[in-house]
């Protein structure tokens, strides 16, 4: 995957990442084919994003990225910025500095474990059928989105550092 390579977004830089993916994947298969171990799995899509939050919370600090890592001038001694890079607004702000997921982020974390987890895993148990089974994929998914969502909005890439937006 190419989401754990990039060491400059360092919550994706870890082993996690592909879990992540291959755990929704195996749930949403057992989900939508009916298995009867498919809570199990549900379940497990929960505890793996926990794993993911806990470990990308992190995974910024124990990086060490600097402004002299960052650049790759850190051999030369401490760089600074004299100048913004830019007067507006431009893309490496707008997308890999982005703050508004984590202002929300404690209560999206909430809303993407209980719709991609926890509820299918309880609605699965109750036999209602095909019911069931449409009503857990729709909350499925729309947990998955929120997660996906957290994914890229809680990315904090080394970017942010040239233009302050870490420390």
Same mark, same amino acid.
């Given at each position: 995957?190419?989401?754990?390579?990039?060491?400059?977004?360092?919550?994706?830089?870890?082993?996690?990442?592909?879990?992540?993916?291959?755990?929704?994947?195996?749930?949403?298969?057992?989900?939508?084919?009916?298995?009867?171990?498919?809570?199990?799995?549900?379940?497990?899509?929960?505890?793996?994003?926990?794993?993911?939050w806990?470990?990308?919370?992190?995974?910024?600090a124990?990086?060490?990225?600097?402004?002299?890592?960052?650049?790759?001038?850190?051999?030369?001694?401490?760089?600074?910025?004299?100048?913004? +890079?830019?007067? *507006?607004?431009?893309?490496?702000?707008? #997308?890999?500095?982005? $703050? &508004? @997921?984590?202002?929300?982020? %404690?209560?999206?974390?909430?809303?993407?474990?209980?719709?991609?987890?926890?509820?299918?895993?309880?609605?699965l148990?109750?036999?209602?059928?095909?019911?069931?089974?449409?009503?857990?994929?729709?909350?499925?998914?729309?947990? +998955?989105?929120? *997660?996906?969502?957290?994914?890229?909005? #809680?990315?904090?890439? $080394? &970017? @942010?550092?040239?233009?302050? %937006?870490?420390?």
């Amino acid at each position: 995957m190419i989401y754990t390579q990039i060491k400059a977004v360092p919550r994706w830089h870890h082993w996690l990442t592909p879990v992540m993916f291959l755990t929704f994947a195996l749930a949403g298969g057992a989900m939508l084919s009916g298995r009867s171990w498919a809570p199990v799995l549900l379940l497990a899509v929960g505890a793996v994003l926990v794993a993911v939050w806990r470990v990308g919370d992190t995974a910024f600090a124990k990086a060490g990225q600097t402004m002299g890592t960052a650049t790759g001038l850190d051999r030369l001694g401490v760089p600074a910025v004299l100048d913004p +890079a830019h007067t *507006a607004g431009n893309y490496l702000k707008r #997308e890999m500095i982005f $703050v &508004v @997921g984590r202002k929300h982020a %404690a209560k999206l974390r909430k809303i993407a474990l209980a719709l991609a987890s926890v509820a299918p895993a309880l609605i699965l148990l109750v036999p209602l059928g095909v019911y069931s089974i449409a009503l857990a994929a729709a909350l499925h998914f729309a947990g +998955a989105l929120a *997660a996906r969502w957290l994914f890229f909005a #809680e990315a904090e890439h $080394v &970017v @942010g550092l040239y233009y302050g %937006a870490r420390g």
